[in-house]
């Protein structure tokens, strides 16, 4: 793997890069924080971490240089870090079986009996000659945003995270080359965790600080040497209002990212987003251009894939667990060895009156049609029966149908619709309106949002 950015460092060196004490690290606003900070502050903080007992340590935090810092003091000072998926005091509360000391800044304000404490940042401090970390001590605690439940805990190894940013930058390292790394995803989760700090780190691009939230601002942050890692939450959101400009890379994962989303900020920002399919469980496994909405999906360099017999990919891959081979719910169709289309998910068929749904493909009929811009589907248990119900977000055409019709009759003409695809079991009976699906931050679905709007 050649990795021709003379800046890049693994992981486990970063530390001892013989980088210019003023080059950038991260900037907010007016102010940049320097190699020289980042060594300094990581210095002060491991001197901190090595102080205390606690051996599990939770990262929670708004600012990203900040969690830099603290997730390479936790690094060497050899202890194991836990990432809760939100800063929300009472996600982060069901979480504390799994860590004895929370780090954090001001985004979060904790009371009762957990042990927290801030880092210290910008106290000039001597900075030690840094040896290498060892990737295996180091263990990350990351949880998935289960749809329904308790989030579930998913360890990684260092040497894991290393791997697969060595695979992105021999990807994307030319292309992003000297550009900074704006970003509107957390770096709480896996994605973010990898592009919007850790990699950028790792080549020497200097990262925001803080998140844009709307779209305005990106918009506003964007030029040619700005690379935007984002999600279709965020992408959806871009209209013909927002103005032009160009954007060295765009950046999407989280859930699936519609085509007209794709060419949208392609007509924007001068570049087709970039879509990275995986998980928490599996990291990065395949990435494409939407061409068109049928654009294959590529296999990163290093996953080996193969199909079970319903067809549902198995991976094996050094960033999960290079020896076994992972299963996944996704149903796919491999073109050749590397290149394959993604058909849904199978742990989203329902069985009703003894017939198997795909909830999937009920969505992928409702969104055939010209009144329907987006829907979610899901199976709700009343009294004795299972039954479908969706969520729509109209398109131009559907209002006025709509508004033509009334609602009785829009209903009926909707299902009369659907019956020339779907047998009747598998037409939703109970429909609602709404202006966007909604989502949590990482772009998933929020099924207990979506139950809540048929609780009559």
Known sequence: MSLANHHFSPMTELLSAKRPKQHKVAFVADHVFTWADFQADVAQNTQRLLALPAQRVALCFGDSYQFAVSFYSCCYAEKSIVLPGNYQPEAVRELSEHFDLLLHDDAIHLTGDIQTINPVIGNKSSVPSWSSLSAQPCQITLFTSGSSGKPKAITKSLLQLDTEIATLESLWGAQLADSKIESTVSHQHIYGLLFRVLWPLCAGRPFAVCNLEFPEQVVQHANIDTTLISSPALLKRLNDEHSQAELRAIFSSGGPLPNNAAQHSESLFNTLPMEVFGSTETGGIAYRQQHCSTTPWTLFPGIEAELNSERCLRLKSPHIDGE??????????????????????????????????????????????????ESAVIAISDTSRLSLCAVIVLTDIGNDELEKLGKGKFWLALRKALRDWLEPIAIPRKFRLVDEVPLNSQGKRQVSEIEKLFQS
């Open 324 to 373: 076994h081979w992972y299963q996944t719910a996704d149903e796919c169709y491999f073109h050749d060895t590397v290149t394959f289309e993604l058909r849904g998910r199978t742990d989203r068929i329902v069985k009703v009156e003894e017939k198997r749904v795909s909830l999937v493909e009920v969505e992928k009929r409702l969104e055939q049609l010209e009144w329907i811009e």
